[in-house]
């Protein structure tokens, strides 16, 4: 069974995994930035200051942010943002994304149930329309986002290089009502 939760302390011992040694998942998440950060206790003591500041969030404030849990196994996390990197956002649409480290978890349907359920709490919480933004390379995204209805909105030619090679920046839309 598949939650999307609020974070909880234990999940700091996985964010320093997967932020200093299982880093796979970053070849998908933004690989042209690169992580600095591989000691363990700069990372530790960041996810700590991070889950104070949010810990005691009331049940009634708006989160943008939620822990993936899959049968039991805190295996990722989705997120909400309205900084749009590439283009203006004028109608203030925030942007959605997902990720799950672990390889196993993937292509499984676990983040399309994950980004499914985020899409409907942001959906019940006023929002009527939502981007995404990606990297023409990133497959595993592409159809997911096809898959929820995504449609590409605006494309950025040649906007990132990853390895040597050039892809497109994206941003797709989908709207919800």
């Not at 998440?29 to 591989?38: C, G, H, I, T, V």
């Not at 929002?127 to 096809?146: D, V």
């Amino acid at each position: 069974m598949l939650i999307l939760r609020d974070m909880i302390e234990t999940d700091i011992d996985d964010y320093v995994r997967w932020f200093t040694e299982d880093l796979e998942w970053m070849n998908w998440d933004a690989p042209w930035e690169k992580n600095l950060s591989a000691n363990k206790e700069e990372e530790r003591k960041e996810w700590e200051i991070y889950y104070q500041s949010i810990k005691d969030k009331p049940d009634d404030v708006q989160r943008w942010k939620f822990e993936i849990e899959c049968d039991g196994e805190h295996i990722g996390w989705v997120s909400a943002y309205d900084d749009l990197e590439y283009v203006e956002n004028e109608e203030g649409i925030v942007a959605i994304g997902i990720d799950i480290p672990s390889v196993r978890h993937r292509r499984n349907g676990s983040g399309t149930a994950a980004l499914r359920q985020f899409i409907d709490y942001l959906a019940a919480n006023g929002q009527k329309s939502l981007y995404t933004q990606t990297w023409s390379g990133n497959y595993p995204m592409l159809s997911l986002a096809e898959k929820l209805g995504f449609k590409e909105v605006y494309r950025k030619k040649d906007y990132r290089e990853i390895d040597g090679k050039k892809y497109d920046a994206l941003l797709l839309r989908v709207d919800l009502v």
